[in-house]
């Protein structure tokens, strides 16, 4: 069990790290203001992207440093789950930065879909793309209307009907659909109720302009709406799609959910730890440089013993993801769930109390888009739920442990 970088993992970081410290880092604060200037607000159809973060994809295709989340020699870089963490915690110390890169969520995780379980004709119609960059997607699975957290209680419905499927169903908490340049959903629903409990799913493929599929809002979190991707509510009346949008099979939707949120879990961990490690470095900085009392804030109340607390806790997520995500290359997403769950739980954690303490450190400032820390706090409140709330995994690990011991 070796957690070393590879060679080939840390010739990639040198670069990343350098086309950081180029290019995003001073393209940070610009691109926040642009989308608190330019995307006020719920109507999603006016939303733009900054025009520079086009300009910083090519620069990032044009370095190599694109796609690098997948595992393909071909269509990407090649590097495995544990060689391409490091590369994922580096983009997460700045917020949302995958994108320039293309490796962001959902569309990492959608491309994940396509690659693994994709017939040659969707990988054609919608995985180059996506991987080229030309477009983006969603992925719809969360209701409404039932506690959709247990993937069971899920009732949008795809049924077949000759050579077409018909889908019905409301979705929401679709990350990426304001986005201008969002073009597909990919969509979890019901297609035989009688079946086993877990083959009753199915998984389609539904271009956002097919007729019946209705965006009806964003929803904002925390106040905000994370233009220009959003995060929304959409319906689908009575929408036809050709059969051959059905992916792999009737019946395999639940297992291909699980296999794309495996590494897409993963991914997000990754990123956690570098927004954890940016929140404590910005916080040991205004602790050094600010006084009160006479004193450094470094110096009064226990701030000292807090950055040592979030230094263990930050040390101790990244073991642990590096742990998963190794487990997940030697033996693959199926035994690595208690790994996934478990990291996916304490990754966010850290985040959120590693970004507390941060804010509470900068007082007023820590509050405003001064700096990065209030979408770090967001990010990890919302990790909390995303992908399967805490309380789902942990009692996914619990009933993995009993059937260690118990029959």
Not at 114 to 121: A, C, D, T
Not at 232 to 247: Q, T
């Amino acid at each position: 069990m070796n957690f070393n970088p590879s060679e080939k993992s840390n010739e990639y970081l040198a670069r990343l790290k350098q086309f950081m410290n180029q290019y995003v880092y001073p393209f940070e604060s610009e691109y926040s203001k642009y989308n608190t200037t330019h995307n006020v607000g719920s109507d999603w159809t006016k939303w733009t992207e900054h025009p520079r973060l086009e300009e910083l994809k090519e620069l990032a295709k044009k370095e190599g440093l694109w796609n690098l989340f997948l595992p393909d020699n071909e269509l990407a870089e090649g590097l495995s789950v544990l060689e391409y963490a490091p590369l994922a915690e580096e983009m997460g110390r700045v917020y949302n930065s995958a994108e320039i890169f293309n490796c962001n969520a959902p569309d990492t995780g959608n491309m994940e879909v396509l690659y693994h379980f994709g017939s040659e004709e969707q990988k054609k119609e919608w995985l180059q793309p996506l991987l080229k960059g030309e477009m983006k997607s969603v992925f719809c699975m969360t209701e409404p209307d039932v506690a959709s957290s247990d993937a069971t209680n899920i009732e949008t419905s795809i049924i077949e009907d000759g050579d077409e499927i018909i889908v019905n169903g409301k979705k929401w908490w679709s990350t990426g659909l304001g986005h201008p340049m969002t073009k597909l959903a990919i969509v979890l629903g019901k297609t035989d109720t009688t079946a086993e409990k877990h083959k009753q799913h199915s998984m389609v493929l539904v271009p956002l302009d097919t007729p019946g599929v209705e965006i009806k809002r964003m929803q904002n979190t925390f106040g905000t709406y994370d233009a220009p991707a959003g995060h929304g509510e959409v319906h689908f009346n009575n929408v036809r799609i050709p059969k051959k949008n059905l992916i792999l099979d009737f019946g395999a939707g639940f297992a291909i959910a699980q296999g794309r949120l495996g590494p897409g879990r993963i991914h997000h961990c990754m990123r956690c730890i570098g927004a954890a490690e940016r929140a404590l470095e910005l916080a040991i900085i205004r602790s050094g440089t600010r006084q009160a009392f006479g004193k450094p804030l470094a110096k009064l109340g226990g701030n000292s013993e807090h950055f040592a607390q979030a230094r263990i806790a930050i040390d101790q997520a990244r073991l642990l993801t590096h742990y998963a995500a190794w487990k997940i290359d030697e033996q693959g997403v199926k035994n690595s769930m208690t790994e996934i769950s478990a990291i996916k739980v304490v990754a966010p954690k850290v985040l959120q109390e590693v970004t507390d303490m941060a804010m509470q450190i900068h007082g007023g400032a820590g509050l405003s888009d001064d700096f990065p820390l209030i979408n770090f706090f967001i990010q990890a409140r919302a990790l909390r739920l995303a992908d399967g709330p805490d309380e789902v995994h942990m009692r996914m690990i619990s009933r993995l442990e009993f059937k260690k011991y118990l029959s």
